[in-house]
């Protein structure tokens, strides 16, 4: 890592980029997915994905993988491709619409990937779009670009994505909001989820855009403003980041994390909570065990009226994958408490404003 912080200092970013990922491994092909992950020392942030076909549209009835019912409309579900364009660049996405949508304003969760997957990957391992046909919502998945990362990474260790109107936050907002002038959306339930750098990214966006978003998700991800470059953003994957940083409104934040984590330091997750939850007394703190599954360590933190702040789930044995996904997509542990359901019931608990 001494040559990759040399070449940063002289400012060759591209050089130093190659050097780390040298030194971490970025690239090679990993093991097949079997639930688990490597958690070796050549990870960063996420390591190659395997390629994963089309995610097709959640069908009527029982939804395989997860033996969840979806709705039985008779109407088909979308998944379509489209693309936004700002002045802070150009990006691919995938929206799922559940059967049966129509004028009724239906809640979008926003998801976003870790570096090397895409949104057909994403939707597959997190069985997001089953889901959403079962419970009516909507989900849009921005693709990150090889263009704009290499490893297809959200770039929230960058300064220059990390601040509302620039960069990344300002071109995944204005998606956001293009999806929700296209198609029947609440406003006061709009959500955002990531894995790794796209947890990273969804902090960002919670922090930059409190107005848009009612709730965020955070699954192995960092703290918004925990590194501002790349020696910063190693540092904070190890878990020696510093302070990250406080803003005046804060929107609930559920995080997930396994403490067996060794691409991105479980005290990352810690950081999520405690910025989501300023002022918060001892949390509750909570057991769960579940036949054949990982147990896990749920603390809800609440302000001095009892409102929760944040839910931090900790996965006992888990690595850097999204807990109870399915094996169809990347980086994913069957083993673990279901990630999506527990997001899901957390954001549909925080509207942006109660309903009278």
């Given at each position: 890592m001494s040559e990759a912080n040399r070449l940063t200092r002289a400012g060759d970013l591209h050089a130093a980029t190659a050097a780390i990922q040298s030194a971490l491994g970025i690239g090679r092909t990993p093991a097949a997915n079997d639930g688990a992950l490597r958690t070796g020392a050549d990870e960063v942030v996420d390591v190659q994905a395997r390629t994963v076909a089309d995610a097709a549209p959640a069908l009527p009835g029982v939804v395989a993988d997860t033996g969840r019912t979806a709705i039985d409309t008779g109407a088909p579900a979308q998944f379509t491709a489209g693309s936004f364009a700002t002045k802070a660049g150009r990006r691919d996405y995938k929206l799922f619409v559940p059967a049966g949508a129509g004028s009724q304003p239906l809640p979008l969760v926003v998801m976003l990937h870790g570096c090397t997957q895409d949104p057909d990957d994403f939707a597959a391992g997190t069985a997001m779009n089953e889901l959403a046909q079962a419970q009516g919502f909507c989900v849009l998945y921005p693709a990150q670009s090889q263009q704009a990362n290499p490893q297809r990474c959200w770039n929230w260790f960058k300064h220059s994505h990390q601040e509302r109107g620039r960069g990344e936050p300002a071109l995944l907002a204005g998606m956001t909001h293009q999806v929700m002038e296209q198609h029947a959306i609440d406003a006061d339930r709009v959500y955002v989820a990531g894995l790794s750098a796209g947890g990273a990214m969804a902090?960002?966006?919670?922090?930059?855009?409190?107005?848009?978003?009612?709730?965020?998700?955070?699954?192995?991800?960092?703290?918004?403003?925990?590194?501002?470059?790349?020696?910063?953003?190693?540092?904070?994957?190890?878990?020696?980041?510093?302070?990250?940083?406080?803003?005046?409104?804060?929107?609930?934040?559920?995080?997930?994390?396994?403490?067996?984590?060794?691409?991105?330091?479980?005290?990352?997750?810690?950081?999520?909570?405690?910025?989501?939850?300023?002022?918060?007394?001892?949390?509750?703190?909570?057991?769960?065990?579940?036949?054949?599954?990982?147990?896990?360590?749920?603390?809800?933190?609440?302000?001095?009226?009892?409102?929760?702040?944040?839910?931090?789930w900790v996965v006992h044995g888990a690595a850097h994958a999204w807990s109870g996904g399915s094996a169809r997509g990347s980086y994913t542990d069957a083993r673990g408490p279901d990630a999506s359901i527990e997001m899901l019931r957390f954001f549909m608990e925080h509207p942006r404003r109660p309903a009278q």
């Open positions: 902090a960002i966006l919670g922090d930059t855009y409190p107005d848009l978003y009612a709730a965020v998700g955070v699954h192995s991800g960092l703290a918004a403003g925990s590194a501002s470059d790349l020696p910063s953003a190693l540092a904070a994957m190890q878990g020696k980041s510093g302070r990250a940083r406080t803003s005046a409104r804060h929107v609930p934040t559920i995080v997930f994390h396994g403490d067996a984590d060794s691409t991105v330091h479980p005290s990352n997750g810690e950081q999520v909570a405690a910025a989501s939850s300023p002022g918060a007394g001892a949390p509750d703190v909570q057991q769960h065990e579940q036949a054949g599954k990982r147990r896990s360590t749920r603390r809800v933190h609440r302000d001095a009226t009892g409102k929760v702040l944040a839910e931090h």
